[in-house]
């Protein structure tokens, strides 16, 4: 089991910077793909970016693509989302999430959920 805690979040202007950690525990951590997902009032929870285990490849939304960077760093169980160019759209409540094995970027299937970070980003 994967017990996962972000931080991070909070109120930044439009174009600004923002950086999400999420600390996992268990020592099997470097064995699970992680993903930040966001859910905006109103909508869907929606898929950002993802990282595999051995962190040799990431993925992202075409909506954040060239603005977000997702790390890791297997050494402190810890999972990074680095969010520039911020934009109003990108305010959500951002999870992350751990799944044995490969990236995932839907919702559905065993997956392990933190409890969420506001971030909001005022025009």
């Known amino acids: 089991q994967v017990q996962l805690v972000e931080s991070g979040g909070g109120l930044v202007q439009a174009g600004g910077s923002l950086r999400l950690s999420c600390a996992a525990s268990?020592?099997?951590?470097?064995?699970?793909?992680m993903s930040w997902f966001r859910q905006a009032p109103g909508k869907e929870r929606e898929f950002v970016a993802g990282?595999?285990?051995?962190?040799?490849?990431?993925i992202y939304a075409d909506s954040v693509k060239g603005r977000f960077t997702i790390s890791r760093d297997n050494a402190k169980n810890t999972v990074y989302l680095q969010m520039n160019s911020l934009k109003p759209e990108d305010t959500a409540v951002y999870y992350c999430?751990?799944?044995?094995?490969?990236?995932?970027?839907?919702?559905?299937?065993?997956?392990?959920w933190g409890q969420g970070t506001q971030v909001t980003v005022s025009s």
């Open positions: 999430a751990a799944n044995w094995g490969s990236i995932v970027t839907s919702t559905a299937g065993n997956i392990y």
């Open positions: 268990g020592r099997t951590f470097s064995r699970y793909s």
């Open positions: 990282i595999h285990w051995s962190g040799g490849s990431s």
